[in-house]
């Protein structure tokens, strides 16, 4: 069994009235990188504030590295690197001397600056403040300062945020080499669920603060699955032909619509059968359900991104 | 602890706020003696009870003299100095890294106390050697031994101003914010400083103002035999600020959830 990263278990967080966290509990092991999805609001970034130990919480446990109470939360926060909401920068600083804080901050030499000023794309940066950065540049700064201490597990949220679609696919890249290269395990925060599908291997779906969903990567590729859409008015003699040709996967949802999940590439072929056994087509082709239909699915159509 | 510390020599070493507060305490003297001397206050004879420097010897005391200034200028550079990494939300990057928050508070007020003493120490520097150069050195009236009176006048001096840096960074930890810290420093030095004078004219209220440091940096002459006398209180009073005010900003401060 893979060694646990991080587990929470029960994590509640109070604003007043409010809970920001309604008895979270997610268990990350080495070697994930787990998406956790949900829309603004929702607790993403309350939840790792809590995990890093920037916020208190009010009820629940959390073990890092195997390791809880203060002072052992203390140390394990050692193995990890955060990038939380916007990146954490000394604006009047050059990326080398955020870096050289960074360091310090953590206790370790500045070896490593060169090569992840080279990692990011930022060795060219020379003495420009950082203030004078664009936001993919800062984001990925943000990341090389979390790396800087070459922690197991990083915490990132919405590093794409704000991005331009070159940017989006290079913060990607990079997150992939992380885990890839460095074997890091990867904890990281989006509201769009097809952003995350891209990266993640498990998912958590977080809504109004509570964990409503987990799945892993098979899973979520098994919901949001490609399959055709058969209409017809006369579902049961459909049954019977797809029974005929063989077909044993496939789902009735109502009383028209058949979603049969095997031989996509026989559309044609099946619908020639159907047509052949007089029943009457309305419509067949194939479709994908979206990932963030998936989603709303799951929160009751409340996604607010 | 020294981990802190070194990103915090690299942060101030880079940052313009230094500069301009050191700048500050170094220029301060040389127009203070250029007025003196341009404006020649009194006639041609500077008064110590009134100007408080008044030839080099004396310029042991340019702390007092420049008391306000100092606390005004301290309090704007730890409210951006604390500020700003709540601002910036630089200050996740040491937290997360499993620092103790009471580390980082002390880490933060060693560089206050720090950047003081070279402040105060520049700028009693400067002012004796611009003094002496225009008035001469002279002597402090009164003052037989004036190494162990300069030293203990300026330890003094140097104490009241650091008690209340220690109430600034309290603030500025308090507040979360260089705005709100600003104004908050503001009203507190202005209010205990100039709100001691009013409740001095009062008999029952009088020797409460002798709770707050800046009542002995305003209203006290320490040149003055009675004044030099309460130096230990003085000294009390700044220790007991410093400790009280530490503590209380270092137990709201682990308690305080950062954004």
């Given at each position: 069994m893979s060694e646990v990263i991080l587990k929470a278990t029960n994590v509640s967080k109070l604003y007043g009235k409010h809970k920001a966290l309604d008895k979270v509990s997610i268990e990350i092991q080495r070697g994930m990188i787990y998406g956790l999805i949900g829309e603004n609001g929702a607790g993403k970034s309350t939840f790792m504030r809590t995990i890093m130990g920037l916020i208190s919480f009010n009820e629940g446990e959390i073990e890092l590295f195997g390791e809880t109470g203060v002072r052992g939360l203390q140390q394990s926060r050692r193995k990890m690197g955060q990038s939380i909401?916007?990146?954490?920068?000394?604006?009047?600083?050059t990326a080398r001397e955020n870096l050289r804080v960074q360091a310090a901050n953590g206790g370790v030499g500045n070896r490593e600056i060169e090569s992840l000023l080279q990692l990011m794309n930022?060795?060219?940066?020379?003495?420009?403040?950082?203030?004078?950065?664009s936001l993919g540049m800062r984001q990925r700064l943000a990341i090389a300062c979390t790396l800087i201490t070459n922690p197991e597990f990083l915490i990132l949220d919405e590093?794409?945020?704000?991005?331009?679609p070159a940017g989006i696919v290079e913060m990607r890249e990079i997150i992939v080499r992380l885990v890839k290269e460095r074997g890091m395990t990867v904890l990281l925060s989006s509201h769009l669920l097809d952003e995350l599908s891209q990266v993640a291997t498990h998912y958590g779906i977080l809504h109004d603060g509570k964990l409503i969903r987990e799945l892993s990567k098979e899973e979520l590729a098994r919901e949001t699955r490609q399959y055709i859409e058969l209409e017809t008015t006369e579902v049961q003699k459909a049954v019977v032909v797809l029974d005929e040709l063989g077909i044993r996967d496939y789902q009735v949802i109502n009383g028209t619509d058949i979603h049969i999940y095997?031989?996509?590439?026989d559309v044609a072929k099946i619908n020639r059968s159907l047509v052949l056994a007089e029943v009457n087509v309305l419509r067949i082709g194939t479709t994908r359900q979206k990932l963030e239909d998936f989603f709303l699915q799951l929160t009751g159509g409340t996604y607010r991104a | 602890m020294l981990n802190l510390l070194t990103a915090e020599k690299i942060k101030l070493i880079r940052s313009k706020k230094l500069w301009i507060v050191l700048s500050i305490f170094a220029l301060f003297p040389i127009y203070q003696v250029a007025n003196s001397r341009l404006a020649?206050?009194?006639?041609?004879e500077l008064n110590q009870a009134v100007d408080t420097v008044i030839n080099g010897a004396t310029g042991v005391l340019m702390i007092e003299k420049n008391g306000l200034t100092i606390l005004l200028v301290m309090s704007a550079f730890i409210s951006f100095f604390i500020g700003e990494e709540f601002q910036h939300g630089t200050i996740r990057n040491a937290l997360s890294l499993g620092r103790s928050r009471t580390q980082y508070y002390l880490s933060k007020l060693v560089v206050a106390s720090s950047l003081t003493l070279v402040g105060v120490t520049l700028l009693t520097l400067i002012g004796m050697i611009g003094y002496s150069m225009v008035y001469g050195f002279g002597e402090v009236a009164g003052?037989?031994?004036?190494v162990p009176f300069a030293i203990k006048s300026f330890s003094t001096l140097y104490l009241l101003i650091l008690a209340n840096v220690s109430i600034y960074v309290m603030i500025s930890f308090l507040t979360n914010s260089s705005g709100s810290s600003l104004i908050w420093s503001f009203l507190y030095t202005i209010g205990t400083g100039f709100g001691a004078g009013i409740f001095q004219q009062t008999e029952h209220f009088k020797h409460i103002t002798f709770w707050f440091t800046e009542s002995f940096l305003f209203y006290s002459n320490f040149a003055h035999p009675a004044d030099i006398a309460r130096f230990p209180e003085m000294a009390l009073v700044s220790l007991i600020t410093i400790l009280l005010t530490s503590a209380i900003g270092m137990v709201k401060f682990n308690s305080t959830d950062i954004k």
């Open positions: 909401e916007t990146p954490a920068l000394y604006p009047e600083l930022l060795k060219d940066t020379g003495k420009k403040k950082v203030k004078n950065f590093p794409t945020n704000g991005l331009d095997e031989r996509l590439d | 020649v206050h009194y006639g041609t003052i037989r031994d004036y």
